[in-house]
């Protein structure tokens, strides 16, 4: 997988999760795995949902991206996205909101670690690692979240790897809002 887009799989979903959250749940993890991290999460929200549901709206930034090694096209066509927001649309049930599946916090990715993950008081800190195929990423995340939007600053940095992303770095920057109520439609395919 390439690491732009193994980076975005990892990213997304657990940004999602965390977009409608609440100042009141408090987690701090050390050493978790990505299951773990999903229960603490859950488990703080107790019965009731601190995930607002409904239509969410995400703008990405890319800020910065090296590709040391890579050919001059990859290299420029990956540099074209920069300072270039892409808008995202989701919708999120209220099941999904109640209870976040493992996958919503680092995608299908199995091979990902967190070195630390706090959240509290409206605040995310977290640092997770990522392993697969030679490659390894480590990615850090800092950012503010309330029940309807979030921010969120990222940074990533590859290593090794089949391709020539050995010593990929890329800084981006995510904003989102809960926009309104789901589609009836699209709530009942998701």
């Not at 978790?32 to 703080?44: H, I, L």
């Not at 290593?159 to 920057?173: E, H, W």
Request: charged share 25%.
């Amino acid at each position: 997988m390439k690491p732009a887009a193994l980076l975005l799989t990892a990213a997304a979903p657990a940004l999602f999760a965390l977009a409608a959250c609440n100042s009141k749940p408090d987690v701090h993890a050390r050493d978790a795995s990505v299951a773990e991290v999903a229960r603490k999460v859950a488990d703080a929200g107790g019965t009731d949902s601190f995930v607002r549901p409904g239509k969410w709206q995400s703008q990405v930034q890319i800020e910065a991206f090296e590709l040391p090694g890579a050919p001059p096209a990859a290299a420029n066509a990956m540099r074209s996205m920069e300072h270039r927001a892409q808008i995202y649309e989701s919708c999120l049930t209220p099941e999904q909101a109640k209870r976040p599946k493992e996958d919503f916090f680092a995608g299908a990715n199995k091979n990902c670690r967190y070195e630390h993950f706090n959240m509290s008081g409206g605040k995310i800190d977290a640092v997770m690692r990522c392993a697969d195929k030679g490659m390894a990423q480590t990615m850090a995340m800092q950012g503010t979240y309330g029940p309807d939007n979030y921010q969120m600053a990222m940074s990533m940095k590859a290593q090794g790897g089949p391709t020539p992303s050995d010593g990929m770095t890329m800084k981006m920057r995510i904003a989102a809002k809960r926009v309104g109520e789901c589609d009836a439609k699209k709530a009942k395919a998701a």
